[in-house]
């Protein structure tokens, strides 16, 4: 965390009319003061960020949210919105007392166009719920993640997330074709468009992606999703050093281009760690030790030819050897325990101890040079761990110890920022800034741009 930040003496305290107001348009039951769910929703997923709200207010449809925002701008009252509180930078937490707004029961798909491919649906939705719901239409949603359980297509725009599939559909700048939105003194701006093309004006939904609530709440949702298609093969590969596992990726993305739907990697320390600490995850090359491992996944439409495709592309890699062993998974089950291997990192982090998280866009040659670097700085002290999404030169450096240490965290930062900033990479590549990097923003962005959006 940077500095330490004061509660400003501008912003109002709750008090028992203010509680009262909220009841009058949300009804009792949607103002939350039980104790069990303001501690559940006052402290991040990684139980690193804490707040101290008295509050929670969970409203059921866009004109109470405008509602409530109108309020507490007329009253001075602070808020932080609140999807399914999985953001990994002390984000979706209130920093002191602020009203939380959560979008929970904000949940509801309100269409789908079948022809179009195209939802609308409430931000309050749960991405898995939405997963299961285009299942049955024969589509799937464009971004897969981690979180997918608990997170809320609400927070995974005002992310930006990025997760498992950015390599084939691309970001949400591309995906989401709409929002609406509701602004801090309640005003709605609908934007909610179902269109893929629409050049007239300024494209205002794109500051919302990824705006981490600081412009509004988002309170709607359209998005184009693919449709499902036939054919899914997983791979899951050894490699004897980084720069295999680099060259795997550009021949990857020749030779299986087109159905090319996930590319990611872990190094045997991220491995060991999900054996060690998750139940169930075993290495699928048990007899050999490796430095690093490869999943690759496949989307199309052609069983046979994708396959194909696929067993010609790992013969090939044996042959160079830029892969030591591979596995092709045969059927469903055992595609998820692989995925399980990566997914489950950031849980197995979390059983292993404290950990100091990081989420860098580095060009993909030097990507692995920092996670080195740290732990030769670090020797002993931590386990020092690189997994990602490779595809998109997206390294996440976490740094797993027994407990929180200063000591540790200043050997760090602000090394790791520098560095990434020297090698022309960004300090968020996805997770966002949240209050983790609030203060650090500028190792990514220059004081000008930052400036511009303070004066608007
Ligand atoms: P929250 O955590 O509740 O909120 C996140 C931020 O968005 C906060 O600043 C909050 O104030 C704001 N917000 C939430 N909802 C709204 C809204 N409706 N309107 C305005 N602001 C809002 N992220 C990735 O990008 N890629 C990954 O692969 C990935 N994997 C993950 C795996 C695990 C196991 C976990 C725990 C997290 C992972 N994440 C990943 C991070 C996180 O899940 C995403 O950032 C997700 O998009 C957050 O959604 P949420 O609903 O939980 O939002
Ligand atoms: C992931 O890709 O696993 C997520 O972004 C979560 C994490 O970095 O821990
Ligand atoms: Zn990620």
Same mark, same amino acid.
């Given at each position: 965390?940077?500095?330490?930040?004061?509660?400003?003496?501008?912003?109002?305290?709750?008090?028992?009319?203010?509680?009262?107001?909220?009841?009058?348009?949300?009804?009792?039951?949607?103002?939350?003061? /039980?104790?069990?769910?303001?501690?559940?929703?006052?402290?991040?997923?990684?139980?690193?960020?804490?707040?101290?709200?008295?509050? %929670?207010?969970?409203?059921?449809?866009? /004109?109470?949210?405008?509602? %409530?925002?109108?309020?507490?701008?007329?009253?001075? !009252?602070?808020?932080?919105?609140?999807?399914?509180?999985?953001?990994?930078?002390?984000?979706?937490?209130?920093?002191?007392?602020?009203? %939380?707004?959560?979008?929970?029961?904000?949940?509801?798909?309100?269409?789908?166009?079948?022809?179009?491919?195209?939802?609308?649906?409430?931000?309050?939705?749960?991405?898995?719920?939405?997963?299961?719901?285009?299942?049955?239409?024969?589509?799937?949603?464009?971004?897969?993640?981690?979180?997918?359980?608990?997170?809320?297509?609400?927070?995974?725009?005002?992310?930006?997330?990025?997760?498992?599939?950015?390599?084939?559909?691309?970001?949400? @700048?591309?995906?989401?074709?709409?929002?609406?939105?509701?602004?801090?003194?309640?005003?709605?701006?609908?934007?909610?468009?179902?269109?893929?093309?629409?050049?007239?004006?300024?494209?205002?939904?794109?500051?919302?992606?990824?705006?981490?609530?600081?412009?509004?709440?988002?309170?709607?949702?359209?998005?184009?999703?693919?449709?499902?298609?036939?054919?899914?093969?997983?791979?899951?590969?050894?490699?004897?050093?980084?720069?295999?596992?680099?060259?795997?990726?550009?021949?990857?993305?020749?030779?299986?281009?087109?159905?090319?739907?996930?590319?990611?990697?872990?190094?045997?320390?991220?491995?060991?760690?999900?054996?060690? @600490?998750?139940?169930?995850?075993?290495?699928?090359?048990?007899?050999?030790?490796?430095?690093?491992?490869?999943?690759?996944?496949?989307?199309?439409?052609?069983?046979?030819?994708?396959?194909?495709?696929?067993?010609?592309? !790992?013969?090939?890699?044996?042959?160079?050897?830029?892969?030591?062993?591979?596995?092709?998974?045969?059927?469903?089950?055992?595609?998820?325990?692989?995925?399980?291997?990566?997914?489950?990192?950031?849980?197995?982090?979390?059983?292993?101890?404290?950990?100091?998280?990081?989420?860098?866009?580095?060009?993909?040659?030097?990507?692995?040079?920092?996670?080195?670097?740290?732990?030769?700085?670090?020797? /002993?002290?931590?386990?020092?761990?690189?997994?990602?999404?490779?595809?998109?030169?997206?390294?996440?450096?976490?740094?797993?110890?027994?407990?929180? /240490?200063?000591?540790?965290?200043?050997?760090?930062?602000?090394?790791?920022?520098?560095?990434?900033?020297?090698?022309?990479?960004?300090?968020?590549?996805? @997770?966002?800034?949240?209050?983790?990097?609030?203060?650090?923003?500028?190792?990514?962005?220059?004081?000008?741009?930052?400036?511009?959006?303070?004066?608007?």
């Amino acid at each position: 965390m940077g500095g330490v930040v004061q509660r400003s003496p501008r912003f109002s305290e709750l008090n028992d009319d203010d509680v009262r107001y909220f009841q009058e348009i949300l009804g009792k039951k949607n103002v939350i003061q /039980d104790d069990d769910k303001l501690s559940a929703a006052n402290i991040d997923w990684m139980h690193k960020y804490k707040g101290a709200s008295k509050l %929670i207010l969970q409203p059921c449809n866009t /004109d109470q949210v405008s509602q %409530i925002l109108k309020y507490c701008n007329s009253r001075c !009252l602070a808020v932080v919105p609140q999807g399914g509180n999985t953001g990994l930078v002390g984000g979706s937490v209130p920093v002191f007392d602020e009203v %939380i707004v959560s979008l929970s029961s904000m949940n509801n798909i309100i269409s789908f166009d079948k022809v179009s491919g195209i939802l609308v649906c409430e931000a309050g939705c749960i991405l898995e719920n939405i997963m299961s719901f285009l299942d049955n239409e024969g589509f799937i949603m464009p971004l897969d993640l981690g979180a997918k359980g608990s997170c809320q297509i609400g927070g995974n725009v005002s992310t930006n997330a990025g997760g498992l599939r950015l390599v084939r559909y691309g970001s949400l @700048h591309g995906s989401v074709l709409g929002v609406e939105a509701v602004l801090a003194n309640g005003t709605v701006l609908d934007m909610l468009k179902t269109l893929r093309k629409d050049n007239t004006g300024y494209g205002l939904k794109h500051l919302f992606i990824g705006s981490e609530g600081s412009l509004g709440i988002v309170t709607k949702v359209s998005i184009l999703t693919p449709p499902k298609l036939s054919s899914v093969n997983v791979a899951f590969l050894a490699c004897k050093d980084y720069s295999c596992c680099q060259k795997l990726l550009q021949e990857a993305k020749r030779k299986l281009g087109e159905i090319l739907s996930a590319f990611e990697f872990l190094d045997s320390q991220s491995m060991n760690l999900v054996t060690n @600490h998750l139940e169930g995850a075993r290495n699928p090359f048990p007899t050999s030790l490796h430095n690093f491992y490869v999943l690759i996944e496949t989307t199309g439409s052609d069983e046979s030819s994708d396959k194909q495709k696929l067993e010609a592309f !790992l013969l090939g890699s044996m042959e160079n050897e830029l892969v030591s062993d591979g596995v092709l998974a045969q059927d469903i089950s055992q595609a998820s325990t692989f995925w399980r291997l990566r997914e489950g990192i950031s849980e197995a982090l979390m059983k292993a101890g404290a950990v100091y998280k990081y989420d860098l866009s580095i060009p993909v040659e030097n990507l692995y040079n920092l996670v080195e670097e740290m732990r030769s700085r670090l020797g /002993d002290a931590a386990n020092v761990i690189g997994y990602g999404h490779l595809g998109d030169s997206n390294l996440h450096l976490n740094v797993s110890v027994p407990r929180y /240490d200063n000591k540790i965290l200043s050997q760090i930062e602000p090394f790791v920022y520098e560095w990434t900033s020297k090698h022309r990479g960004s300090i968020s590549a996805e @997770h966002g800034v949240g209050l983790m990097k609030a203060n650090e923003i500028f190792y990514s962005q220059s004081r000008e741009t930052v400036r511009i959006v303070v004066y608007y």
